[in-house]
């Protein structure tokens, strides 16, 4: 399962052509719509979470760039709710970057959010689901 | 003159707690004494060391009575925030178990599955107080003529719900690696392929049945700490295998001894029971299990006594082997190994990956500890042992 949080703009040629529908029924993705909006010049803007299989989803990003539309994955930032965490370990199976640590003879897994390059790996391999992704929201308001 | 051979009883315990004049020590602290004085003298010096143990636990589950409605139903499917619940017992109990998926989970369809919210999950929503959706489902009768009821419950709402894990508290586990050629996605964790790291869930020698390897203080009716309350240990857990093979000095190299256990989910803390999303495997529940040892004798002081550096587990490949149902040992690896960050195997360094948590483990075992400090905990005497191994028996 992969998931990425992106911008579409829509050049305003292809407004009305029904691309999330494509979407599901082409590629077998899913996604979750944010924000969707257009501008009085008929450019629209949509922000949204795009979800499938990590092949599906880069065909689908392809068939968005060649309709025309400009995609960008939206800046993200990993975060850890320390309620959640129980301090297991599981998630450094998965962690590319040594962010996530356990510190001996404590045992204390620690986050070193310096370290994290938002790979987004640990996010559902944490047992708790204690890893969340923030993006930035800026481009909601 | 020979010195006697010393023994305590749990009653005696019992009257020090109550006169604030017992000795408690968590098991890492016990590791140090009885190395330092001995288990002789550490037997005469301490009267309980407190173990724990955080990590999930599948056989896990609660049974819950919903009340009764009206007009009254007998309900025979019933969901809980859209996860079933086995409602094949009276007409308003049922029981949700951790490893349930909601009902609409894509499971493993596109794999590997997140398994984000299951029964482990609704138990945990429970205790921290949230209000989950019932929908319950029947047949009707001439009795409860009702077929369908949609409500809004809370823990507080419920009649009765009580925790009641069939098997808890595994007494050693499998260092699970693979080597195979692609990541698998286990109930053991992420396992990269070629060996690219090895997985553990124990609490090593804090872990409570590590700490009394032949069960010659616990059984059905020994009071324990279960997910932030009182709990009781209520007989063998499902899997208890008494008869695992053992190292020399008494503890099993490979998965032996379980408890069974239940305690009041209304007494709870979520802190202590929380809901678990095994990427590519299912969903479970991470329960708190802490088990007092009291230091009879001698023999329970060594046992109390031994260190990671004396615990040890199989190594075993669940790229290949395991899933075909032929686990078969690619070599030990004590706990101090494990723990210590990275193991040899097979010529290079592979690091480790624990499941289970240290941190909250400690915490259990110094809660434990103060509890029975406090005079708020009472060692209870078991009713009837754990089934103990053959060869201890003949011993
Ligand atoms: S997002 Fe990637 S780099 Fe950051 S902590 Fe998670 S696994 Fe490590
Ligand atoms: S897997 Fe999740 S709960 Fe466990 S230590 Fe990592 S972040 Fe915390």
Redesign the interface.
């Known amino acids: 399962?992969y998931s990425k949080m992106l911008s579409l703009r829509f050049p305003k040629t292809i407004v009305n052509e029904p691309v999330t529908v494509n979407l599901v029924k082409k590629f077998d993705l899913s996604f979750n719509i944010l924000k969707a909006t257009i501008y009085p010049r008929k450019e629209g803007l949509m922000v949204l979470e795009l979800s499938?299989?990590r092949k599906n989803f880069q065909r689908g990003i392809r068939y968005l760039k060649g309709l025309g539309v400009k995609v960008e994955s939206i800046g993200q930032d990993i975060r850890r709710d320390e309620d959640?965490c129980?301090?297991?370990?599981?998630c450094?199976?998965?962690c590319p970057t040594g962010a996530l640590y356990?510190e001996?003879?404590?045992?204390?897994?620690i986050f070193d959010r310096e370290k994290c390059s938002a790979c987004e790996l640990c996010v559902?391999?944490c047992?708790?689901?204690a890893m969340e992704v923030r993006f930035n929201k800026s481009l909601l308001y | 003159m020979a010195q006697k051979k010393f023994t305590r009883t749990i009653n005696e315990i019992n009257r020090k707690i109550k006169d604030g004049k017992v000795v408690v020590v968590t098991a890492d602290e016990m590791v140090d004494i009885v190395k330092k004085k001995g288990p002789k003298k550490a037997a005469r010096e301490v009267d309980v060391v407190t173990t724990g143990t955080?990590?999930?636990m599948c056989s896990s589950g609660a049974f819950l009575n919903f009340g009764h409605t009206k007009p009254a139903i007998k309900a025979s499917r019933v969901w809980l925030n859209s996860v079933p619940a086995y409602a094949g017992v009276a007409a308003v109990d049922v029981y949700i178990g951790a490893t349930e998926p909601a009902e609409d989970d894509p499971l493993n369809r596109?794999h590997?599955?997140?398994f984000?919210y299951g029964g482990g999950h609704v138990i945990h929503d429970l205790i921290a107080g949230k209000r989950i959706n019932l929908v319950a489902t029947s047949y009707g009768t001439d009795c409860y003529p009702n077929r369908e009821i949609k409500k809004k419950v809370t823990l507080a709402d419920l009649p009765y719900a009580v925790l009641l894990n069939p098997r808890n508290a595994y007494q050693n586990y499998n260092c699970a690696i693979n080597l195979s050629k692609k990541t698998i996605y286990t109930y053991m964790?992420?396992?990269?392929p070629n060996a690219g790291?090895a997985?553990y869930s124990t609490s090593g020698q804090l872990s409570p049945l590590f700490n009394d390897p032949y069960y010659l203080t616990m059984g059905l009716g020994t009071r324990i700490f279960l997910g932030g309350a009182k709990g009781y240990i209520i007989g063998p857990g499902t899997q208890h295998n008494p008869n695992a093979k053992r190292g020399k000095n008494g503890i099993p190299i490979e998965p032996a001894g379980t408890l069974m256990v239940k305690g009041d989910l209304k007494e709870m803390d979520p802190r202590w029971v929380?809901?678990?999303?095994?990427?590519g495997y299912g969903c479970?529940l991470?329960v708190g299990v802490g088990v007092p040892i009291p230091i009879l004798n001698e023999e329970i002081a060594l046992y109390t006594g031994i260190s990671d550096d004396e615990i040890f587990t199989r190594i075993i490949d669940y790229g290949k082997d395991y899933p075909k149902g032929k686990a078969s040992s690619l070599g030990l690896v004590s706990y101090a190994e494990l723990?210590?960050?990275t193991i040899r195997f097979d010529g290079h360094d592979v690091?480790t990956?624990?499941?289970?948590?240290?941190?909250?483990a400690l915490e259990i075992a110094r809660i434990l500890k103060r509890w029975i400090e406090k005079g708020k905990f009472l060692l209870a005497e078991a009713q009837e042992m754990l089934p103990t191994a053959s060869s201890y028996i003949t011993k």
């Open positions: 399962m499938g299989h959640k129980f301090q297991c370990g599981a450094t199976a998965v356990i001996r003879p404590e045992m204390a897994v559902s391999a047992l708790a689901r | 955080f990590a999930p596109v590997p599955g997140q984000k964790g992420v396992l990269k790291n997985n929380a809901g678990v999303s095994m990427l479970s991470a723990k210590s960050g690091s990956v624990p499941l289970s948590s240290y941190v909250r």
